[in-house]
């Protein structure tokens, strides 16, 4: 059964939860999560893989498993929603110390393993608490984001204004309109419900065009270049087919987008490797061939999903639980993940870079998500310092709506890689700081925020708290210290394997040698001098305000010297300058 709702993220309140001897019990706290203690006080065993045995109690609610060792010197904190398989390990009748328990998987580079005591189905009840609440719309339950009942003073789902957003543009001009044909999704349902497209096009245009656009994504405006009103677009791939259909609608509107700022030739960036987009058309799908005139294709080489997944999966198995140092090198180029990095990166160089000289282009992959998303979202990047600022970063998300679906992380873990491989290039860059990106891909999995669910914004912002609350909550821990505003600066990152680095801070982040070093000894100088300089500066005012009593005082006294030629201890501190 279930008990009274308890704070997952008031520590006191966990430990008094795991220490009370009657076992649930309700615990107020400032932050009302409104998870519900499902179980507690259970003796276990985790099998560390750095540690070996280590004995404790564990915790778990329906929003996380909490283990709290014996000697309160480890703790585990995993958000369900991170949890990816719940199998048993062992049997009743297995040997062997430890053998008997349960083997977890989670999405986030990590695998858990707990023993228990074999007797008396001691696991079951457990399982089955993971088991339906780790999944659970498989047991018709909520998920946990419509669960919670956070209160934050700012509502994140306003951060991101489409309307305002094009505005701060310059949209709409004599070039492009907005409209709202799919205010009711019926256009395209996973397409936002404003749209940019070309002055030019009219609406019964545009749902011709859908018909020959894969999921009816037809090409629209993400980003336009304030100066020389080159425009980025994106879209999903024709529908050409084997016998190479054509649609004089789909190309006239291509056209009419070349010829908003009068480029010579559009450049259409295909994501896909050639083969891939050749083999697309097996299934009814294609790219854009020579019919379509003023034009030209670029293939970027960029492979699909499931050999993301793929990649991922091999580099998980290089660094956890323990990393492969004998053949670090050679195992990390099998993984082939950074290989993927520089390839999506080099492709949104390319983009950035035409759009920068005055060309408009149009991405697209086969349905135009996925590497679409990253390609668009990281030209943007490069191209305007609005999206570097903190609030300006949390903006660039949106113009797809199935930017993390589940099914789809991998391809969001590699675009905040690739975000950290800029802020690693661009130290100064960037407003917000590593662990802003940490806390974005932790929060992918967690189940906690609406941000990443589904792939509709109705269902996600009506009933949903948005992880931008949290982060403007308390928006000083996720700022960069070294942060220089350059509003016209384009950023080219280096995308070659040699500048190329593994994010340990995320990938190997488990290992605790690793936790051990990261952080930055440079910026934890700075932060101490930035302190200190906030100190002088308190004195500095107390001081001031001391002398300024203190004259006062003297001038209001019969004897006080009233010569202009005297300079008074206030008149000296007025000048004083702290060299920070």
């Known amino acids: ?6 704070s997952v993220y008031n520590s006191n309140a966990l430990d008094a939860h795991i220490s009370s001897v009657s076992g649930f019990m309700s615990v107020s706290s400032a932050i009302n999560l409104f998870a519900f203690c499902l179980f507690s006080d259970k003796d276990i065993i985790y099998m560390c893989h750095f540690n070996g045995a280590v004995k404790g109690k564990v915790l778990i609610t329906n929003y996380r498993l909490y283990f709290k060792s014996s000697d309160a010197v480890m703790m585990l904190d995993v958000p369900l929603g991170a949890i990816s398989r719940v199998e048993k390990m062992g049997g009743a009748s297995s040997r062997g110390e430890n053998s008997y328990g349960l083997d977890i998987t989670c999405k986030d580079m990590r695998n858990l393993k707990f023993a228990l005591k074999q007797e008396g189905h001691s696991r079951r009840d457990i399982f089955e608490l993971l088991f339906r609440h780790a999944f659970p719309l498989s047991h018709g339950l909520p998920l946990f984001a419509y669960v919670t009942q956070e209160k934050y003073a700012e509502n994140g789902w306003n951060i991101y204004k489409p309307v305002e957003e094009f505005r701060r543009q310059g949209l709409p001009n004599n070039k492009w309109r907005i409209t709202f044909i799919n205010k009711s999704y019926d256009l395209c349902d996973t397409y936002p419900t404003v749209l940019a497209v070309p002055f030019k096009s009219k609406e019964e245009d545009l749902r011709r065009v859908a018909a020959f656009r894969s999921r009816a994504r037809i090409p629209v405006l993400s980003w336009i270049h304030r100066e020389n009103q080159a425009v980025i677009a ?5 529908l050409v087919g084997m016998s190479g259909k054509r649609n004089k609608d789909d190309e006239r509107y291509l056209d009419l987008i070349r010829e908003a700022n ?8 295909d994501a896909r490797p050639s083969v891939n987009a050749v083999a697309n058309k097996a299934t009814g799908g294609g790219y854009e061939g020579d019919e379509y005139q003023n034009a030209e294709l670029v293939f970027l080489d ?27 090198l050679s195992s990390l180029e099998s993984t082939h993940w950074l290989e993927h990095v520089k390839l999506v990166l080099s492709g949104a160089i390319q983009v950035a870079d035409k759009v920068s000289s005055g060309n408009s282009v149009v991405v697209h992959c086969s349905d135009g998500w996925d590497r679409t998303a990253q390609l668009t979202s990281l030209a943007m990047l490069m191209l305007d310092s609005h999206y570097r600022t903190l609030r300006g970063f949390q903006r660039i998300g949106h113009g797809d709506k199935n930017h993390a679906d589940q099914d789809r992380s991998p391809i969001f873990v590699q675009f905040i890689d690739c975000v950290w491989q800029m802020t690693k290039q661009f130290p100064t860059a960037f407003e917000f ?3 802003l990106l940490l806390t974005i891909l932790d929060h992918l999995y967690s189940c906690r925020f609406g ?4 792939n509709c914004e109705s269902a996600r912002e009506q009933h949903t708290v948005s992880l ?3 982060v403007n909550s308390k928006m000083d821990i996720y700022l960069n210290p070294f942060y220089t505003p350059e509003s016209g600066r384009v950023l080219y990152p280096v995308a070659s394997m040699r500048h190329l680095e593994l994010w340990v801070t995320y990938y190997i982040r488990w290992n605790p040698r690793i936790r051990q070093q990261q952080q930055s000894p440079v910026e934890q100088r700075y932060k101490e001098l930035l302190a200190l300089r906030d100190e002088y500066l308190k004195k500095l005012e107390q001081l001031q305000l001391s002398d300024s009593s203190t004259s006062s005082r003297l001038a209001n006294s019969p004897t006080a010297n009233t010569s202009s030629t005297t300079s008074t201890p206030t008149q000296q501190y007025t000048h004083l300058q702290t060299p920070f």
């Open 468 to 470: 931008w609350s949290l």
């Open 451 to 454: 941000t990443f669910l589904y």
């Open 433 to 435: 700081n590593e662990h």
């Open 302 to 328: 960029i492979q699909n999903i499931h050999v993301m997944r793929e990649s991922l999966k091999k580099l998980k198995d290089i660094v956890y639980p323990n990393v492969e140092e004998s053949h670090w």
């Open 234 to 238: 994106r879209c999903s791939q024709p």
């Open 1 to 6: 059964a279930m008990a009274s709702p308890v």
């Open 262 to 269: 009068d480029t010579t030739k559009l450049t259409i960036y």
